[in-house]
């Protein structure tokens, strides 16, 4: 099976970078199977905090792969289960993951990022859901992601027109957390990714939930959520660790328990 994901392990975080470079990315079927099989096997290491995507200094990726989609039926699609075959590993993954996006990330590639929890863009990245110049539409979480992430506005702007937006507006419109020269994406990506994964584990994966948890509910029952999970830390050795750690003036010792 050619190696549609790479995988390195970098002390507690566990990157995956996407390796179809002559084709810039996209993410055809066996590329996603891989990729989710990738994070599925990093999600249930306890040996890693915080996954990381990414790809090449020219594509994240460049969207759903068109020459696979060509001749697709309805009856394919449906018996193959397009998109809910492997998008849905994605959010099945508790621990958190970060996009470091160079370059296009069009189409799918977009939509991969808006389905990670942080994204990091280098100074090249452009980001863009040209889907409707195929008479398609968004169809990976798109159009729901990019409205909450964005906004309406914006969002109907990059659907309906094909607008691409730089990694400087993509921060602005809250897109992408933060910008990085192109050449420091993977450093700066493995060393935030670092930095995230020597929290305590349980705590990052409460709280990746918690924050989750404000898409899909009214605010009194997420703030009801959010308390409980606060109440239930109490009961970690971790939480127990980090305010002990605070009280005696040194570093905290976390077991991820
Ligand atoms: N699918 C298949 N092959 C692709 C794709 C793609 N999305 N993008 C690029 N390639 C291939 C090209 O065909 C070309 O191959 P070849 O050399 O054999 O002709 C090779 O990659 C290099 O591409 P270009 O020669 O075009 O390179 P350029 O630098 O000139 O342009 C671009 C790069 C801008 C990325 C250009 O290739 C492009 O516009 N690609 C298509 C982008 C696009 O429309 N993406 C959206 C696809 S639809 C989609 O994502 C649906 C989402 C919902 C479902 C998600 C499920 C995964």
Not at 144 to 169: F, P, V
Not at 195 to 206: G, H, N, Q, R, T
Not at 233 to 240: H, Q, V
Request: glycine share 8%; with cysteine; hydrophobic share 50%.
């Amino acid at each position: 099976m050619a190696d549609e994901v790479l995988t390195e392990r970098h002390g507690r975080v566990g990157l995956i970078t996407l390796n179809r470079p002559v084709q810039m990315n996209a993410l055809n079927g066996a590329l996603m199977d891989a990729l989710g099989a990738a994070l599925l096997a990093f999600d249930a290491d306890e040996g890693i905090g915080v996954i990381v995507i990414t790809g090449n200094d020219k594509a994240f990726a460049a969207g759903a792969d068109i020459a696979e989609m060509a001749d697709y039926t309805y009856s394919d699609v449906y018996a193959e289960q397009f998109i809910t075959r492997n998008w849905e590993t994605i959010r099945r993954v508790r621990k958190p993951v970060l996009a470091a996006v160079a370059g296009v990330a069009l189409g799918g590639g977009c939509e991969l990022a808006l389905a990670c929890d942080i994204v990091l863009a280098a100074e090249n990245a452009r980001f863009c859901l040209p889907e409707i110049k195929l008479a398609l539409l968004p169809g990976a979480g798109g159009t729901q992601r990019i409205a909450r992430a964005i906004g309406k506005a914006k969002a109907m702007d990059m659907c309906l027109s094909a607008r691409m937006l730089d990694a400087a507006e993509a921060e602005r419109a809250g897109l992408v957390s933060r910008v990085v020269p192109t050449a420091e994406l993977r450093a700066q990506a493995l060393a935030l990714a670092g930095k995230i994964a020597e929290f305590s584990a349980p705590a990052l994966m409460v709280v990746k939930e918690a924050v989750n948890r404000a898409f899909e509910t009214s605010l009194s029952e997420g703030i009801l959520f959010e308390r409980r999970e606060l109440y239930a830390r109490f009961a970690s050795a971790d939480a127990r660790e980090g305010l002990r750690a605070f009280i005696e003036k040194r570093a905290p010792h976390f077991i991820h328990r």
